[in-house]
């Protein structure tokens, strides 16, 4: 049984910061796809931040230089740092990981419940 379990969402003024965990069980997160996607109210679901499988890291443009995606193997986790925080990335955050493949295209079977992030003005 997989499951990932996501904590660190909350409301925040424009400016702030916020630190979302995703910790995984079931399956080592190394080696594998994983990654942060975000959905606002009546818009697309949009990828955010991910761990490619030999760890190197991709970011949407509208994050760059604001959020960071990071990884405790240890732990078996991995977290998206989030600085800067602007109204228009409010929206809910799931993380996900691909444990169905090793080659290829990402494609994500496992997912968080999804965190609420609310960035005010």
């Known amino acids: 049984q997989v499951q990932l379990v996501e904590s660190g969402g909350g409301s925040v003024q424009a400016g702030g910061s916020l630190r979302l965990s995703c910790v995984a069980s079931?399956?080592?997160?190394?080696?594998?796809?994983t990654g942060w996607i975000r959905q606002a109210p009546g818009k697309q679901r949009e990828g955010v931040a991910y761990f490619l499988r030999d760890g190197t890291t991709w970011y949407a443009d509208s994050v760059k230089a604001r959020f960071t995606i990071s990884r405790d193997n240890a732990k078996n986790a991995f977290y998206l740092q989030m600085s800067s925080l602007k109204p228009e990335d409010t929206a809910i955050y799931y993380c996900?990981?691909?444990?169905?493949?090793?080659?290829?295209?990402?494609?994500?079977?496992?997912w968080g419940q999804g965190t609420q992030v609310t960035v005010s003005s």
């Open positions: 079931g399956y080592t997160i190394s080696g594998r796809c």
């Open positions: 996900a990981a691909d444990f169905r493949t090793r080659t290829g295209a990402c494609g994500y079977n496992a």
